[in-house]
């Protein structure tokens, strides 16, 4: 498989910053309050969950991490680069390193359930159309989506679009993937199943993880490493 | 309005630049299915409103001009009305009524969906997925329409003047007596800048939404109602520039 390709300048650093943890917030104001500053760092291959109520900052944690709104102060630096100091250009290249499940699930709505998998798949290598759709069949597999592949987002049910979205998230083996309260909705079961396979790389291995959630579901308990529970846009505590 | 049209533009242009061969392969199968549905499924319909049109101007002409003796002068109406002027109109509404219409809500929609953010997301700049096919798209598809707006407009004429009594050499001579290679490169120049025209503009007010579902049928109108302002001045200036 050919990596997402970069730009020079982006290559350049991402060399440079080797080794640095996936995910790190350093003093970033949530809310916007300058007295409530948020600090996290999550290593490589943590599942980590952020846990809070309406209105605590956690609705932003995804945004900060994939660079889509740039923090009111302090730092969101992603595989050791601050993102929102990145051009929109080299955003978009070094956003493909990254998986992301938006609140709600962020399909396309003219498009399949299968075709929304496909697309960065698609967009951003260099793969044969029988490379990618093989790619994209063995991630309709995994993510039990076979049945319902032909669907569009519309007729599938919400559990349906979710594990979509989700396979989409992780359609390019990212090393880290941001989940936005992926659980809202889902039984138990297939939230523990949904966290299952988008934490595993393709190799077997873990990717960091950092999901956002108004409580802790007991059935992903066992998957998570850490939570951290967010008040008023200030880690409070170990939640787990 | 102007400046961020302008900026608008110039994203276009620039995503167009970065455009890489894999992002090339994406924006062709919805360039494809743009041109499948504005160019293709209005077939049927410029067809018939051509032949309506020609048919009815042909008629009446040969009524009036047939009073005066002045039965040449059918060839410059039939190309300076029918094929300069009023084909290429009709055919950029009937653009904007059908495919203007769509990009523009399509475009709200994906906004208020979050389907944009999605994209940037996903690193997938929302110019080169949405934006540009549209644009190509609707370009081809004006042109192309115009061409068979001018097919059917020019067999419709034909069928008219028969029923007055007028045979087809007669019709032909006096027809290509005044169509010059000009009006091709012109009914292709209008081509490409009402079709630019119309996914310009209802991209633009399409993606321009901010607050929610409420904003799409305003989204909606404002592109159609500045497309067809643009059309028009464009006829004028068309017709300055030619003249």
Known sequence: MTAPRGSSVLTAEL?????????????????????????LVIGAG?????????????????????????????????????????????LLVFRRRLGYLPQGDGLLQNL????????????????????????????????????????RPAQANEEDRRRAAAARAVALDPKLVVLELPFVGLTGRAAQDL???????????????????????PSVRGLVTRAVKVVDGVAAEDAK | MVGGLARFVLRAVRAAARLTRAGRWVMLRVLINQIRFTALQAIALVGFLAAILAFLVISQSIRQLGRFGAIDNLGTIMVVAVIRELGP????LIVVSRSGTAIAAEMATNRVMGEVTALEAMGIDPYIYLVLPRMLGAIVSVATLMV?????????????AATSG???????????????????????????????????????HGLAVKAGPTEIPQAVTRGVVATIVAIFVMSAVFVVIAS
């Open chain 1, 15 to 39: 060399a440079r910053v080797a080794g640095a943890p996936p995910l790190v917030y350093r003093d970033v104001a949530l809310l916007g309050r300058p007295d409530r500053r948020f600090d």
């Open chain 1, 46 to 90: 943590e599942v980590v969950v952020a846990i809070g109520d309406e209105n605590s900052g956690i609705e932003v944690l995804g945004k900060l991490a994939m660079g889509l709104v740039p923090p009111a102060s302090g730092t969101v630096e992603v595989f050791g680069l601050p993102i929102a100091e990145l051009s929109y250009y080299d």
């Open chain 1, 112 to 151: 399949s359930l299968r075709d929304n998998v496909a697309l960065p798949v698609r967009f951003a290598t260099d793969h044969r159309l029988r490379e990618v759709d093989a790619k994209v069949t063995q991630l309709v597999e995994d993510f039990r989506l076979r049945a319902i592949a032909g669907l």
């Open chain 1, 195 to 217: 966290l299952d396979r988008v934490s595993r790389t393709e190799d077997g291995g873990r990717r960091a993880v950092l999901l956002t959630s108004r409580e802790l579901t």
């Open chain 2, 89 to 92: 109109l009709l055919t950029a």
């Open chain 2, 148 to 160: 068979v707006f001018d097919a059917v407009a020019l067999t419709s004429g034909f069928v008219a």
């Open chain 2, 166 to 204: 007028m045979s087809l050499n007669r019709y032909t001579g006096i027809v290509l007596k005044t169509l010059s290679a000009g009006d091709v490169w012109l009914t292709l120049a209008k081509g490409i800048f009402f079709g630019a025209a119309v996914a310009l503009f209802c991209s633009y």
